[in-house]
């Protein structure tokens, strides 16, 4: 089955412990991204990779760090986590990155910082 | 400014009503269209795409895009409760070759049986 499967789906942490959520697709995407989601604030794109060991930024980067060594996964990582990345995580993937390919999202992460 | 506009909601249609859905979107060059419905708690499920002018239909599911009036709407036909969602308006905006897609903050439909 066609997926884009995140983990992990819920996590309360502590603010100052790294952690890391990991993206896995299994359509051979080219194109993967991280979105968090807050409430009147709608999705918004934290970074996005065109390709194996391409990223770039969306536009909430801060605080977050991607990368791409494989095709399949694109773990977002949170060096330092702080209360204000308490949100709603999902990550989609896309055949690639041109304008027109419609995105498949993961089922979420739910993180909490304390 | 790349901005992607929807009216919050909630909009409230009886059942086997139809629902317009509108978005506004702020750059003349944008070239794709997409709607997905969103459940509480769930991830977004792309429901249509458009890219050109005019209506393209699915099902029940109706996308009206006008470039000149930078606007596109989903129409939704023989509306259901299971139809209540949130609807999320994406767009993509210039320069090609990165992403961004832009998502709108969604509106939010309930179907009353």
């Known amino acids: 089955e066609a997926q884009v499967t995140q983990n992990p789906r819920y996590l309360i942490t502590v603010t100052g412990k790294k952690l890391t959520v990991t993206c896995s697709q299994n359509?051979?995407?080219?194109?993967m991204s991280w979105y968090r989601q807050d409430p009147g604030l709608g999705l918004r794109q934290i970074y996005y990779?065109?390709?194996?060991?391409?990223?770039d930024k969306g536009d909430v980067p801060e605080g977050y760090k991607v990368s791409r060594k494989e095709k399949r996964n694109f773990p977002l990582i949170l060096e330092s986590p702080s209360p204000n990345q308490t949100s709603l995580y999902f990550c989609a993937s896309s055949l690639t990155g041109f304008l027109n390919q419609p995105q498949h999202f993961g089922d979420g992460t739910r993180l909490s910082i304390l | 400014q790349k901005e992607v506009e929807q009216n919050s909601g909630p909009l409230s249609v009886p059942e086997g009503a139809i629902a317009s859905l509108n978005c506004t979107y702020s750059?003349?060059?944008?070239?794709?269209f997409f709607w997905y419905r969103q459940y509480s708690g769930k991830s977004p499920e792309l429901i249509m795409f458009?890219?050109?002018?005019g209506d393209k239909e699915d099902g029940r599911f109706t996308a009206q895009l006008n470039k000149a009036s930078q606007y596109v709407s989903l129409l939704i036909r023989d509306s259901q409760p299971s139809d209540s969602a949130t609807y999320l308006c994406?767009?993509?905006?210039?320069?090609?070759?990165?992403?961004?897609?832009?998502f709108g903050k969604g509106t939010r439909l309930s179907v009353i049986a």
């Open positions: 359509m051979n995407h080219e194109y």
């Open positions: 994406a767009v993509t905006f210039p320069p090609s070759g990165n992403t961004p897609l832009v």
């Open positions: 750059d003349r060059g944008s070239q794709s």
């Open positions: 990779s065109m390709n194996v060991e391409v990223t």
């Open positions: 458009i890219y050109s002018n």
